[in-house]
């Protein structure tokens, strides 16, 4: 990254987040909504200007359109801290944000116009000559309010618990991701795990219908992860991602205890089985050009998962690794459809930026 004359250059650290249960009754908390994108800073030095992504890479070259918005709406000399969002319909849409990182830049392009990003800013870092990282959080939310208004999306706050939780399940209809909370006194502490996040977490049970082998282990030896498989109205079985992050103990014992449900036979998700349209495991994907191994099992057993969201439309799947919670012996596989997957009720994105609490139809 070229060098910049601010009192904070790139790459710098953003400030992190630690999972948290429950939001508290505490007052001493600035709580936002949690945003579903990519966390960005925002580096403006006069006509120079640089998106760093969280791991300290230029973002430039995949949101062009953000190049031109923020240099309409930042002063000359700024660094902020937000995310970089897309929204389709009305809401948050992950896989379209995820499809802007292209190598090919006419493809960048067409979709910056068809599925334009945005900035949301949720603190800022430095104005002018001033650095404000040992400001505290209330004191930087005074300052970077102080800059909206003029086509910047600043994201909404508030240091009332009731309307924290209210948000936490509120602005989920608008594809968000839950609930941040920042001390009041702290400065901004880059790297470092200061503020508290509280996302959703779901549950379901899945058909367990492949595995793959543990990578630095023998085939057969330890179990790497499961497949996860769910029943669509129609019948098919549609992959829809992945249970692991067993104990080395485990891993082993998975290993003996599925190899009985190993087949070469029929199974849903091979061969003539197939049905268009059919979400399937190790597939190409845009982030890789080969197939992965797995191993298809008899879809027998269901287990029961933790999950944050899903992506993807219908049918959809879990965005991350799912968590195993405990096996379901008293579930028929064929049970295990995709109307357990809550699906939030809708709500207007834009009026999240406005921070308002109306429930749109």
Sequence with gaps: ??????????????????????????????????????????????AEITLQSRAGKPLNRYFPEVLDHVAEVLPDR????????????GRLDFD????????????????????????????????????????????????????????????PATDDPATARHWFTLFEGAGLDGVIGKPLAEGYSPGKRIMLKYKHSRTADCVVAGLRWHADSEPGEAVGSLQLGLYDEAGVLHHVGVVGSFTVERRRELAVELAPLITDGEHPWLGEAT??????????????????????????RVVEVGYEHTEGGMPSRFRHTAQFKRWRPDREPTSCGYEQLEEPARYDLDAVFRGEVVRTR
Excluded: Y
Excluded at 10 to 24: D, G, S, T
Excluded at 78 to 89: H, N, P, S, W, Y
Excluded at 276 to 300: D, F, M, N
């Design 1 to 46: 990254m070229t060098a910049m004359s601010l009192p904070l250059t790139p790459p710098v650290k953003p400030m992190l987040a630690r999972a948290v249960a429950k939001i508290p009754d505490s007052t001493d908390l600035l709580f936002e909504p949690k945003w579903d994108g990519f966390r960005c800073l925002v580096f403006r030095d006069g």
């Design 78 to 89: 700024t660094v902020m801290d937000g995310e970089l969002v897309v929204a389709v319909g």
């Design 96 to 155: 379209a944000l995820s499809e802007r990182v292209h190598p090919a830049e006419s493809r960048v392009r067409m979709l910056a116009e068809k599925t334009p990003a945005q900035f949301v800013a949720f603190d800022l870092l430095a104005l002018g000559d001033e650095s404000l990282l040992e400001q505290p959080t209330d004191h930087r939310r005074d300052r970077l309010t102080e800059l909206g208004g003029a086509g910047l999306n600043v994201t």
């Design 275 to 300: 049905t268009e349209g059919q979400r399937l495991p190790g597939g190409v994907s845009r982030w890789r050009s080969t197939e992965q191994p797995w191993v298809p099992l008899r879809p027998e």
